[in-house]
Protein backbone atom coordinates (compact mmCIF):
# COMPACT_ATOMS: atom_id res chain seq x y z
CA UNK A 1 0.00 0.00 0.00
CA UNK A 2 1.63 3.35 -0.98
CA UNK A 3 1.71 5.43 1.97
CA UNK A 4 3.49 9.02 0.12
CA UNK A 5 2.48 9.17 -3.68
CA UNK A 6 4.13 11.19 -5.57
CA UNK A 7 2.80 12.60 -9.45
CA UNK A 8 4.58 12.12 -11.70
CA UNK A 9 6.92 9.90 -11.61
CA UNK A 10 8.65 11.36 -14.56
CA UNK A 11 8.63 14.54 -15.65
CA UNK A 12 9.75 16.23 -18.41
CA UNK A 13 9.95 20.22 -18.79
CA UNK A 14 11.39 22.56 -20.93
CA UNK A 15 14.39 25.30 -19.78
CA UNK A 16 12.18 28.25 -18.07
CA UNK A 17 8.78 26.87 -17.95
CA UNK A 18 7.39 26.39 -14.56
CA UNK A 19 6.70 23.12 -13.19
CA UNK A 20 4.74 21.64 -10.23
CA UNK A 21 5.43 17.88 -8.75
CA UNK A 22 2.82 16.51 -6.39
CA UNK A 23 3.01 14.86 -3.33
CA UNK A 24 0.37 13.36 -1.29
CA UNK A 25 0.06 10.82 2.14
CA UNK A 26 -2.38 8.78 3.94
CA UNK A 27 -0.09 8.74 7.15
CA UNK A 28 -2.05 11.60 8.42
CA UNK A 29 1.72 13.22 9.00
CA UNK A 30 2.71 16.31 10.44
CA UNK A 31 5.35 17.07 8.94
CA UNK A 32 6.14 16.41 5.01
CA UNK A 33 9.69 17.10 3.58
CA UNK A 34 11.20 18.19 -0.12
CA UNK A 35 14.77 16.74 -0.85
CA UNK A 36 16.12 17.37 -4.29
CA UNK A 37 18.48 14.49 -5.58
CA UNK A 38 21.13 14.21 -7.87
CA UNK A 39 22.75 11.17 -9.97
CA UNK A 40 24.44 9.47 -8.11
CA UNK A 41 24.53 11.52 -4.86
CA UNK A 42 22.71 11.94 -1.12
CA UNK A 43 19.56 13.56 -1.12
CA UNK A 44 19.82 17.20 0.04
CA UNK A 45 16.55 18.88 2.15
CA UNK A 46 15.08 21.73 0.26
CA UNK A 47 12.65 22.80 3.04
CA UNK A 48 9.77 21.32 5.63
CA UNK A 49 6.03 22.17 6.68
CA UNK A 50 5.11 21.21 9.99
CA UNK A 51 1.81 21.51 9.87
CA UNK A 52 1.20 24.89 8.19
CA UNK A 53 4.67 26.65 8.96
CA UNK A 54 6.83 26.58 6.46
CA UNK A 55 10.89 25.96 7.30
CA UNK A 56 13.10 26.79 4.27
CA UNK A 57 17.07 25.76 4.53
CA UNK A 58 19.29 28.46 4.08
CA UNK A 59 21.02 27.41 1.04
CA UNK A 60 17.40 26.51 -1.03
CA UNK A 61 17.16 28.66 -4.06
CA UNK A 62 14.39 31.50 -4.93
CA UNK A 63 13.30 29.29 -7.68
CA UNK A 64 12.18 26.93 -5.79
CA UNK A 65 8.82 27.17 -3.85
CA UNK A 66 6.37 24.94 -1.86
CA UNK A 67 2.77 24.98 -0.64
CA UNK A 68 0.97 22.55 1.79
CA UNK A 69 -2.97 23.09 1.35
CA UNK A 70 -4.00 20.39 3.71
CA UNK A 71 -2.53 17.86 5.86
CA UNK A 72 -2.57 15.59 2.86
CA UNK A 73 -0.87 17.32 -0.06
CA UNK A 74 2.40 19.41 -0.81
CA UNK A 75 3.65 20.73 -3.87
CA UNK A 76 6.83 21.62 -5.21
CA UNK A 77 7.09 24.47 -7.86
CA UNK A 78 9.64 25.39 -9.59
CA UNK A 79 9.13 28.79 -11.17
CA UNK A 80 11.97 28.93 -13.70
CA UNK A 81 13.47 25.44 -14.08
CA UNK A 82 17.83 25.57 -15.13
CA UNK A 83 19.48 22.64 -16.32
CA UNK A 84 21.00 22.15 -12.80
CA UNK A 85 17.32 21.55 -11.66
CA UNK A 86 17.28 17.86 -13.45
CA UNK A 87 17.03 15.74 -10.21
CA UNK A 88 15.28 13.31 -8.57
CA UNK A 89 12.59 14.98 -6.17
CA UNK A 90 11.69 13.28 -2.77
CA UNK A 91 8.91 13.64 -0.88
CA UNK A 92 9.00 12.93 2.82
CA UNK A 93 6.75 12.48 6.00
CA UNK A 94 7.32 11.91 9.33
CA UNK A 95 4.71 12.11 12.61
CA UNK A 96 6.50 14.96 14.48
CA UNK A 97 5.39 14.16 17.84
CA UNK A 98 4.57 11.44 20.59
CA UNK A 99 7.92 9.15 21.16
CA UNK A 100 10.96 10.79 20.07
CA UNK A 101 12.23 7.58 17.52
CA UNK A 102 9.12 7.19 16.20
CA UNK A 103 8.58 10.56 15.03
CA UNK A 104 11.92 11.02 13.59
CA UNK A 105 11.25 8.49 11.47
CA UNK A 106 11.31 9.64 7.62
CA UNK A 107 8.68 7.89 5.60
CA UNK A 108 9.66 8.39 1.76
CA UNK A 109 7.73 8.41 -1.54
CA UNK A 110 9.16 6.73 -4.89
CA UNK A 111 10.29 10.19 -5.81
CA UNK A 112 9.75 12.53 -8.99
CA UNK A 113 12.74 12.69 -11.97
CA UNK A 114 12.50 15.98 -13.51
CA UNK A 115 14.58 16.60 -16.75
CA UNK A 116 15.02 19.71 -18.35
CA UNK A 117 15.15 20.14 -21.82
CA UNK B 1 29.80 21.13 11.49
CA UNK B 2 27.26 18.18 11.68
CA UNK B 3 28.16 15.52 9.35
CA UNK B 4 27.74 11.80 7.93
CA UNK B 5 30.75 10.13 6.26
CA UNK B 6 30.61 6.77 4.11
CA UNK B 7 34.16 5.95 3.12
CA UNK B 8 33.41 3.39 0.03
CA UNK B 9 31.54 4.26 -2.59
CA UNK B 10 31.27 0.44 -3.73
CA UNK B 11 31.05 -2.16 -1.10
CA UNK B 12 31.10 -5.96 -3.13
CA UNK B 13 30.16 -9.35 -1.83
CA UNK B 14 29.73 -12.79 -2.47
CA UNK B 15 26.08 -14.26 -1.79
CA UNK B 16 25.91 -15.96 1.67
CA UNK B 17 29.01 -13.68 3.17
CA UNK B 18 29.11 -11.26 5.84
CA UNK B 19 28.77 -7.67 4.60
CA UNK B 20 29.70 -4.10 6.55
CA UNK B 21 28.57 -0.70 5.12
CA UNK B 22 30.48 2.13 6.61
CA UNK B 23 29.45 5.34 8.70
CA UNK B 24 31.34 7.68 10.40
CA UNK B 25 29.69 10.53 11.91
CA UNK B 26 30.29 14.33 13.55
CA UNK B 27 27.37 15.87 15.48
CA UNK B 28 27.34 18.03 18.85
CA UNK B 29 25.49 16.17 21.75
CA UNK B 30 23.50 13.10 21.34
CA UNK B 31 23.34 11.38 17.90
CA UNK B 32 20.55 9.67 15.99
CA UNK B 33 21.23 7.82 13.59
CA UNK B 34 19.32 6.14 10.65
CA UNK B 35 19.80 3.55 7.82
CA UNK B 36 18.12 3.74 4.60
CA UNK B 37 18.31 1.84 1.57
CA UNK B 38 17.34 3.13 -1.90
CA UNK B 39 16.82 0.54 -5.28
CA UNK B 40 17.04 2.16 -8.69
CA UNK B 41 14.56 4.93 -9.46
CA UNK B 42 13.04 4.37 -5.95
CA UNK B 43 12.56 6.48 -2.76
CA UNK B 44 14.28 5.46 -0.04
CA UNK B 45 13.32 2.87 2.93
CA UNK B 46 13.81 2.88 6.42
CA UNK B 47 16.22 0.44 7.68
CA UNK B 48 16.72 1.17 11.53
CA UNK B 49 17.68 3.65 13.48
CA UNK B 50 19.83 4.30 16.64
CA UNK B 51 18.23 6.69 19.49
CA UNK B 52 19.58 5.67 22.88
CA UNK B 53 20.05 2.12 24.47
CA UNK B 54 21.59 -0.91 22.97
CA UNK B 55 24.25 -0.64 20.89
CA UNK B 56 23.45 -2.65 18.63
CA UNK B 57 20.24 -2.19 16.65
CA UNK B 58 18.41 -5.22 14.82
CA UNK B 59 16.46 -3.56 11.73
CA UNK B 60 14.09 -4.48 7.88
CA UNK B 61 15.31 -7.53 6.18
CA UNK B 62 18.03 -9.06 8.59
CA UNK B 63 19.93 -6.37 8.55
CA UNK B 64 21.93 -4.74 11.92
CA UNK B 65 23.69 -1.84 12.96
CA UNK B 66 26.44 -1.73 16.46
CA UNK B 67 26.60 2.06 17.64
CA UNK B 68 30.44 2.89 18.46
CA UNK B 69 30.33 5.95 20.36
CA UNK B 70 34.55 5.79 20.81
CA UNK B 71 34.74 5.42 17.49
CA UNK B 72 31.61 7.53 16.31
CA UNK B 73 31.00 5.02 13.87
CA UNK B 74 27.36 3.05 13.02
CA UNK B 75 28.51 0.41 10.40
CA UNK B 76 25.64 -1.64 8.94
CA UNK B 77 25.67 -5.32 8.96
CA UNK B 78 24.34 -8.46 7.77
CA UNK B 79 25.78 -11.91 8.27
CA UNK B 80 24.64 -13.83 4.90
CA UNK B 81 24.27 -11.27 2.33
CA UNK B 82 21.57 -11.68 -0.38
CA UNK B 83 21.44 -10.66 -4.28
CA UNK B 84 18.56 -8.81 -3.77
CA UNK B 85 20.30 -6.61 -0.73
CA UNK B 86 21.97 -5.06 -4.13
CA UNK B 87 21.48 -1.43 -3.45
CA UNK B 88 22.64 2.14 -2.29
CA UNK B 89 22.62 2.69 1.51
CA UNK B 90 22.88 6.22 3.19
CA UNK B 91 23.43 6.80 6.33
CA UNK B 92 22.38 9.65 7.99
CA UNK B 93 22.22 12.22 10.93
CA UNK B 94 19.25 13.58 12.28
CA UNK B 95 19.68 17.54 13.15
CA UNK B 96 17.66 20.19 14.71
CA UNK B 97 14.34 20.86 16.40
CA UNK B 98 12.44 18.20 18.51
CA UNK B 99 9.83 18.11 16.38
CA UNK B 100 11.14 18.09 12.44
CA UNK B 101 14.57 17.51 12.80
CA UNK B 102 16.16 16.86 9.27
CA UNK B 103 18.50 14.17 8.07
CA UNK B 104 21.93 14.87 6.64
CA UNK B 105 23.14 12.16 4.34
CA UNK B 106 26.26 10.52 3.87
CA UNK B 107 26.78 10.37 0.24
CA UNK B 108 25.88 6.58 0.03
CA UNK B 109 27.30 3.42 -0.49
CA UNK B 110 26.69 0.94 -3.34
CA UNK B 111 26.53 -2.35 -2.31
CA UNK B 112 26.70 -5.08 -5.05
CA UNK B 113 25.91 -8.78 -4.26
CA UNK B 114 27.17 -11.16 -6.56
CA UNK B 115 25.67 -14.92 -6.55
Known amino acids: DAMVIQNPRYQVTQFGKPVTLSCSQT?????MYWYQQKSSQAPKLLFH???????NEADTPDNFQSRRPNTSFCFLDIRSPGLGDAAMYLC????????????????FGAGTRLSVL | AQSVAQPEDQVNVAEGNPLTVKCTYS??????LFWYVQYPNRGLQFLLK??????LVKGSYGFEAEFNKSQTSFHLKKPSALVSDSALYFC?????????????FGQGTTLQVKP
Open chain 1, 92 to 107: ATSIGQGAFGTKNIQY
Open chain 1, 27 to 31: LNHNV
Open chain 1, 49 to 55: YYDKDFN
Open chain 2, 27 to 32: VSGNPY
Open chain 2, 50 to 55: YITGDN
Open chain 2, 92 to 104: AVRVGSSNTGKLI
